[in-house]
């Protein structure tokens, strides 16, 4: 049923963007001056609706994203000329270099290359951001210094020498945990690359090491022909020191307990019926004068931690929309307990980082690239 629901939204985007841009397209062509309603003119400008079409149906690639662009901002240049045609009335036609500019679909056309070249640039260049929060609980008097790393989705991006540059900065800030938050590699990345990066990220200096949790793309559930399997990704984990955690817990030395949850797809997307343990069972024998804080790659079960009483949850897994304006849908879809950001429920305090990379292509637009350093103190 949901495939036939999706085949049938597949159809009518095809067939909507497809139809729209055809209009358009004509538009520009007689703008020009070009035969647009002679039959090789016309054919050429179905060609093109058709192709445009096609390229859009796949919402996760660089093409779809770039038609989506253009035709939001068409639309918009295209009210803004029917609001200026009737404030000016019979002085429209007098308007040639209006004309001119609406026709050609230049606005739309600029814009759009704008904003990729802004996402693209924004995407290359990972910053630093920065919290502090502030805990009821007994810890000690200087608190504690993390890094929080997530969809790095190597090689999207971020290329080796990038990475170990950052990998550096992040030693810099002499940090007592490291947390990485899933799909630090996904479907493209092959077992050298996966091989390198973990070996960079375990280099990053640290008072009680580096914690990782499986998002849904590190294994490469996605695709039948792995680059790598399961064994040898948990294999080559393991072998540079950094703990995993399959909804398994660990000490950070005396004050923390860490625990990291199994990714929340992972048995549906194997086709399985079972779940992953509850939050509940997972704390239940822990001293909960600990400071307990939780790694879920996907922002989930917000209510669920904030009730039995975990201290902070740390995510990824949205990049926070990467484009505009998902970003803001994904907020009212609710997909995820939240999107980006900063979030407190009750005493449970909650980051979701944007991502150090993005997903399927190297622009982002809604958020920075970013790792995140979180200060904990005591108050």
Wanted: aromatic share 12%; with cysteine; charged share 25%.
């Amino acid at each position: 049923m949901n495939m036939v629901f999706l085949g049938l939204a597949a159809i009518v985007l095809l067939a909507g963007i497809g139809t729209y841009l055809y209009y358009f397209i004509k538009r520009i062509f007689k703008t020009f001056k070009a035969p647009a309603d002679k039959l090789p003119v016309r054919v050429i400008i179905i060609v093109l609706s058709v192709i445009c079409g096609v390229c859009s149906v796949n919402i996760f690639s660089l093409p779809a994203m770039i038609i989506y662009h253009i035709v939001a901002l068409s639309m918009a240049v295209m009210l803004i000329n029917f609001i200026i045609k009737k404030l000016s009335k019979e002085k429209y036609e007098t308007m040639n270099v209006w004309k001119k500019i609406y026709g050609s679909g230049i606005i739309a056309f600029g814009i759009t290359a704008v904003i990729f070249i802004y996402g693209h640039y924004n995407m290359m260049h990972v910053v630093q951001t920065d919290y502090t929060i502030y805990t009821d609980k007994e810890i000690r008097k200087e608190g504690y210094r993390a890094a929080l790393i997530a969809d790095v989705h190597f090689s999207v991006s971020v290329d080796l020498n990038t990475l170990k540059e950052k990998c550096d900065e992040i030693s810099s800030n002499n940090v007592d945990m490291v947390f990485l938050c899933g799909d630090i590699v996904d479907e493209n990345t092959s077992k050298d690359n996966m091989e390198q990066v973990f070996k960079a990220f375990s280099e990053i200096k640290s008072t009680y090491g580096v914690y990782y949790v499986y998002g849904n793309h590190d294994r490469q559930l996605y695709r039948n022909n792995r680059k790598y399997t399961e064994e040898e990704l948990k294999s080559a984990i393991e072998s540079f020191g950094i703990t995993i955690l399959q909804d398994e817990k660990a000490e950070a030395g005396d004050e923390i307990v860490v625990v990291g949850r199994e990714d929340a797809s992972y048995h549906q997307t194997l086709g399985k019926s079972e779940e992953r343990d509850s939050i509940e069972e997972l704390i239940k024998d822990i001293d909960k004068d600990k400071f307990i804080i939780v790694l879920d790659h996907q922002p989930k079960e917000y209510e669920e931690n904030s009730m039995v009483g975990t201290d902070l949850i740390l995510s990824g897994h949205t990049h926070a929309g990467q484009m505009w304006p998902v970003n803001i849908a994904f907020k009212f879809l609710k997909f995820d307990d939240a999107v980006y950001g900063y979030t407190k429920i009750d005493a449970t305090q909650a980051f979701i980082t944007s991502g150090f990379a993005g997903w399927g292509y190297s622009v982002k637009t809604s958020s920075p690239a970013e790792y995140v350093i979180i200060d904990i103190k005591g108050k």
